[in-house]
């Protein structure tokens, strides 16, 4: 880990921010390209002209679709508008939450699956122990550097993890920089 930290010593986590966008973001480019989920992100601002939960879902689907987005993607940015607006989402809530507390009200939005509510944790919250063991770049990672290439199985990570904590989102991010050195934002 040292040698990673080395190697990348201008590596900042960023936030951008509103808890809404980033959850909104983070569907739009679930199973797709950084550069298509971009484009589409782009199209869906311009369509929406605001991006407040409000007015997101008085949005109607066929408008969402029409922005690029697939009937399914604007099916859960309305769940999660949803949620926003009717207050079973309270972000002022989740800095006192503890990690498991957050990733289950998240997880309440259709579209949102405990990966997605790890990436929420660690780039919106800035969470600093979240050990996300279903994450590709990770297990690759992990894999490179301890284990000889060797894929390890989710229980293996989760061993492998407890050597970092209470740090593992910086064991995170150094990890995932050592296979690709830009840096994704949530």
């Known amino acids: 880990m040292a040698g990673l930290i080395a190697r990348f010593p201008e590596a900042t986590l960023a936030n951008r921010g509103d808890p809404f966008q980033t959850l909104a973001?983070?569907?739009?480019?679930?199973?797709?390209?950084?550069?298509?989920?971009?484009?589409?992100?782009?199209?869906?601002?311009?369509?929406?002209?605001?991006?407040?939960?409000?007015?997101?879902?008085?949005?109607?689907?066929?408008?969402?679709a029409a922005c690029g987005l697939s009937r399914r993607k604007a099916e859960y940015l309305h769940d999660l508008a949803g949620h926003f607006v009717d207050g079973r989402m309270r972000p002022a809530r989740w800095k006192k939450m503890p990690d498991e507390a957050v990733i289950d009200e998240l997880t309440d939005v259709r579209g949102i699956g405990r990966w997605t509510a790890e990436m929420f944790l660690i780039f919106n919250l800035q969470r600093p122990d979240v050990w996300p063991v279903d994450d590709i770049g990770l297990q690759k990672a992990v894999a490179l550097h301890y284990l000889k290439g060797e894929r390890p199985t989710p229980a293996a990570l989760r061993e492998h993890g407890v050597r970092h904590a209470p740090w593992r989102t910086v064991a995170t991010w150094y990890l995932w920089r050592s296979l690709d050195p830009g840096v994704v934002q949530y």
């Not at 480019?29 to 008085?58: M, N, Y």
């Open 25 to 64: 973001r983070a569907i739009v480019g679930q199973q797709i390209s950084v550069k298509a989920a971009d484009s589409v992100w782009a199209r869906f601002e311009a369509c929406a002209k605001t991006l407040r939960p409000e007015h997101v879902v008085t949005l109607e689907l066929d408008a969402l």
